[in-house]
């Protein structure tokens, strides 16, 4: 008998059960959940039913298994809404690739879908279908939609297939689950789309993306330098998601003092003009990230010796204008990636500015930030963003700057999703 989780105890599970041979690992997912002191209520779909019994079921959970949406009895007893809102956590085990498509797009036609749908709760899915259906541009959308939406994943796994196959499609264990929703459960807010858990690591394969992250240092003379606050974390962090979605990224990066995302391709620089040969040299791609605070300026006639003091007073500097690397990718007659992503850090009128950006940079997606005095987000750990498009504005919460990334490579993914990779 396992120990009770203090996490898990007396939390309120409802568990949704697919169609898909997986379902039967759902039955020890009850049991290992109940040793550990949740309370599971199960909902089974009608192709759940195909593959394991309400009795069994009822049996492991120890409450009465609800099937359909219109069933007096339930409703009498507890009405749809009430049975999903009442849920501290909804786990979706075996989420089939029709339950995703499903969730995906707000249907509600059957018990299932309606409560994903009404609840307020997080919601856990963990995939279990054929390894080409995983693979399938439109399930890769659908699982892009559902982590935009804030569903955490967990799995699948690459595995040997009942169906013969190998590959990814396998459903986590069910000990793998519990972990996940002790996760979920513990209000981590890194969790939602952040780590293994989160990212399926096929999402992006076959995909090059090209990052850039981090300030650029101007040169005045040998030893001084211009500069601006950018730590480089949410470059990084894009960069760290990406390689997790099993892109391959080059990561083009000014000085910075943070460790080096694990997977990536790293190319170091120090001025906006070594960042833009970097990056004409990593392209082509299929997608271009710019997270770069790219200084607008640099010194013009820097000092081949370092500038002294003299009675004479101070010495002034002239600035010359610094490539727009983000422009030049945006408007590159051939070889543009199909997706080009700009930052818009500002301090004031944020989304004029980014929409003014968007249109005058030429790029897909403006992430606009605002950094003015007391945000905190430049060097810091968080970030609160708005995704701005042609079509119109994605604001999302503050968000640790690893969730920002996560969200934004399925976002990615997403707009990629039908595509040919480069
Ligand atoms: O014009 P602004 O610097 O606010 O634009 C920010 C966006 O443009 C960021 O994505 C940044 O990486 C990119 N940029 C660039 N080259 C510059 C200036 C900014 O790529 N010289």
Known sequence: MAQVDQTLKDR??????????????????????????GQVRVVL????????TPLSLASLSGQPVHEDLFSLTDETEMGHIELSRSAD??????????????????????????????????????????????LHPATRRNAARLMADGILFTG??????????????????????????????????????????????????????VITSGPTHEPIDPVRYIANRSSGRQGHAIAQAAARAGAHVVLISGPVSIPDPVGVEMRRVETARDMLSA????????????????????????????????PAGSPSLKLAENPDILAQVSTRSSGRPQLVVGFAAETNDLLEHARAKLT??????????????????????????????RTGVDSW???????????????CAELLAGSEPE
Not at 373 to 381: E, K
């Open 156 to 209: 699948p796994a690459d595995g040997d297939m009942a169906c013969g196959e190998f590959g990814p499609g396998r459903m986590s264990e069910p000990l793998e689950i519990v972990a996940a929703m002790t996760q979920a459960l513990s209000g981590d807010t890194r969790l939602p789309l952040n780590g293994d858990v989160a990212v399926p690591a096929c999402l992006l394969k076959g995909r090059r993306i």
């Open 279 to 310: 990056v004409e040299a990593a392209l082509p791609a299929d997608v271009f990230i710019g997270a770069a605070a790219v200084a607008d300026w640099r010194v013009e006639g820097t000092s081949d010796s370092k500038i002294k003091k003299t």
């Open 12 to 37: 309120k599970i409802l568990l949704i059960v697919g169609g898909g041979i997986a379902a039967y690992k759902a039955l020890d997912l009850i049991r290992r959940l109940r040793e550990r002191g």
């Open 360 to 389: 005058r940079k030429g790029c897909d997606l403006i992430i606009a930030n605002d950094v003015g005095a007391g945000s905190n987000v430049m060097g810091g750990t968080h970030n609160k963003v708005h995704l701005v498009s």
């Open 45 to 52: 779909t009608a192709a759940g039913r195909a593959f394991v």
């Open 397 to 411: 919460p503050l968000l640790d700057k690893d969730e920002v990334a996560s969200r934004l490579i399925m976002r």
């Open 89 to 134: 956590l909804i786990v979706v085990a075996p989420a089939t690739a029709d339950l995703m498509a499903k969730a995906a797009n707000g249907l509600a036609n059957d018990l299932a879908s309606t409560l994903l749908l009404a609840t307020d709760k997080k919601v856990l899915m963990a995939p279990a279908m054929n390894v080409r259906m995983w």
